[in-house]
C-alpha cells in the first residue's frame, strides 16, 4: 500500500480516523427499525404522536431562551461561508476541515483588527457624539463634584456630599455583583465556543445533516420534499448572503465617501448606514438624514465647502450609492430567487423586533423568504 504523500491524502486520513461519521449508523438502524415487526400505528394515532412531537419541539423552542442563539448564529454563519467553503474543497480537493479552520484563522484576525482598531475608534466617536467627560481626561461624577453645592428647584443640593456616598455605594457593590458578573462572562464565553464547535460541524456535514433529515419521511415523499428544501436553501442562502454582503459594501462605499469628505464621526456613520440596509425604504432614508444632519451642524467643514453644500454633496453622494445598489448590486448579489414585497418586510421586521429584540430583526428576512417559499408549495394543494 502506497503511503499518502500529499496534503489532502494525510488530511483526509486525520478526518476518518478523529471524527468518524455516524451518519451511516444511522441510516442503517432506521432501516433495521422499519423492517422490525410491531403494532402499527392508525392514521389518527400517527397524527397524534406527530403533533405531539411539534409541541414538545415548539415548547423547548419556547423555553430554550438564549440557549439556542448560538444554533441560530451557527446557521447563518454557514449559509454565509457555505459556498466559499465548497468552492475551495471542490477546486483544489483539500478536504473542508482544513478550509473551515483557515476561514475561523482570517475570521480571528478580522476580530482582532476590530478590537483593536475600529472599536475604539466608533467608541471614541459616539461618546463624543453625546458629550462624554471620561474622553477628556474628567469623569461625570468628578465634573458633578466639582459643583459643590446649588439650589435645584429650591432646595439646597449637597453634590459632593452626594458623589460622595455614591461612590462609597459603588464600592460595595462591586463584592455584591462580582460574583454574577462573573458566571455572566462564563456563559457567554460558552456561548461562543459553543456557536463556533457548531458552525464548525454545519459547514463540515451541513449536506449530510438534511439527508438525514429527508430520511426521516416515507420513500416516496423524499423526492418532492428534496426539491422543496432545495427551494428554501437556495433562498435562504440567497437572502442571507445578499444582505451579509450589502451591509458591507454600503458600510464600506459610505465609508470612502464621508472620509473623503471629512465628514465628522465616518466610521459611526457608515455602520448605521450598512445595518439600515436590511430596512427597506425606512432604512436608507434615515441613513441618509443622519449623515445630513451630522455634515450640517458640524463645526469646521473641509474642501472650502460651506455646512449647506456639505449637506447637499451628502445627500447627492447617498442618492447615487442608493441607485447603484438597485439597479446594479441587489440584482446580481441578491439574485433572481428572493422577490419579498417591502410591506411583507417591514411587517416581518416588526413582528421580528417584537418577538426576539436584533436577532429577530435579523432573521425576520430570511423567515418571510421560507414562508413565501412555503406559499408557493402549499398553495397550489390547498386549492387545487
Known amino acids: 500500500m502506497n503511503k499518502p504523500t500529499s496534503i489532502e491524502n494525510i488530511a483526509s486520513m486525520c478526518y476518518n480516523f478523529c471524527m468518524p461519521s455516524v451518519f451511516d449508523w444511522l441510516i442503517t438502524r432506521k432501516k433495521a427499525l422499519v423492517k422490525r415487526k ?13 403533533a405531539i412531537i411539534v409541541l414538545l419541539v415548539f415548547l423547548v423552542l419556547r423555553y430554550s431562551g438564549q440557549i439556542i442563539h448560538p444554533f441560530i448564529w ?21 478536504p473542508r476541515a482544513f478550509w473551515i479552520i483557515l476561514v475561523y484563522i482570517i475570521i480571528g484576525i478580522v476580530i482582532y483588527w476590530a478590537l483593536s482598531y475600529a472599536i475604539p475608534i466608533a467608541n471614541n466617536e459616539i461618546s463624543d457624539m453625546i458629550g462624554n467627560d471620561t474622553l477628556k481626561g474628567e469623569s461625570f461624577l468628578d465634573h458633578i463634584e466639582k459643583i459643590g453645592t446649588g439650589n435645584l428647584l429650591g432646595f439646597e443640593i449637597d453634590y459632593k456630599n452626594i458623589v460622595s456616598m455614591l461612590r ?26 459553543a456557536y463556533f464547535i457548531i458552525t464548525f460541524y454545519l459547514l463540515l456535514d451541513g449536506e449530510k445533516y438534511i439527508r438525514l433529515f429527508l430520511l426521516l419521511f416515507p420513500a416516496k415523499y423524499r423526492r418532492e420534499l428534496t426539491n422543496v428544501a432545495g427551494d428554501i436553501n437556495e433562498t435562504l442562502g440567497a437572502y442571507i ?10 458600510s464600506l462605499a459610505s465609508w470612502i465617501i ?16 450598512g445595518v ?16 445630513a444632519l451630522v455634515a450640517f451642524y458640524q463645526s469646521t467643514v473641509a474642501w472650502g ?22 439597479l446594479i448590486v441587489i440584482p446580481n448579489i441578491v439574485g433572481k430567487f428572493v422577490h419579498v414585497h417591502p410591506v411583507v418586510v417591514l411587517f416581518a421586521l416588526f413582528i421580528g423586533a417584537s418577538i426576539g429584540g436584533v436577532l429577530g430583526i435579523f432573521l425576520a428576512l430570511p423567515v418571510s423568504a421560507l414562508l413565501k417559499v412555503l406559499f408557493n408549495y402549499f398553495y397550489p394543494k390547498l386549492v387545487g
Not at 40 to 47: C, D, E, G, T
Not at 258 to 273: E, G, I
Open 168 to 193: 462609597v455605594w459603588i464600592s460595595s457593590q462591586v463584592a455584591t455583583f462580582a460574583l454574577p458578573v462573573f458566571f455572566g462572562f462564563m456563559e457567554r464565553l460558552i456561548m461562543i465556543s
Open 305 to 326: 465647502l460651506t455646512n449647506v453644500t456639505l449637506t447637499m454633496v451628502v445627500i447627492a453622494a447617498y442618492f447615487i450609492l442608493r441607485q447603484i445598489e438597485d
Open 241 to 250: 448572503r445578499g444582505q451579509v454582503i450589502l451591509i458591507l459594501i454600503m
Open 74 to 94: 451557527a446557521i447563518i454563519t454557514s449559509y454565509i461561508f457555505a459556498p466559499l467553503i465548497y468552492s475551495l474543497e471542490a477546486k483544489t480537493r483539500i
Open 38 to 50: 410491531g403494532i402499527k400505528f392508525s392514521p389518527v394515532a400517527k397524527s397524534i404522536i406527530l
Open 258 to 273: 464621508l472620509s473623503t469628505l471629512k465628514v465628522h464621526y465616518s466610521l459611526v456613520l457608515c455602520l448605521a448606514t
Open 276 to 291: 439600515l440596509e436590511v430596512v427597506p425604504i425606512i432604512g436608507p432614508i434615515i441613513a441618509t438624514t443622519l449623515a
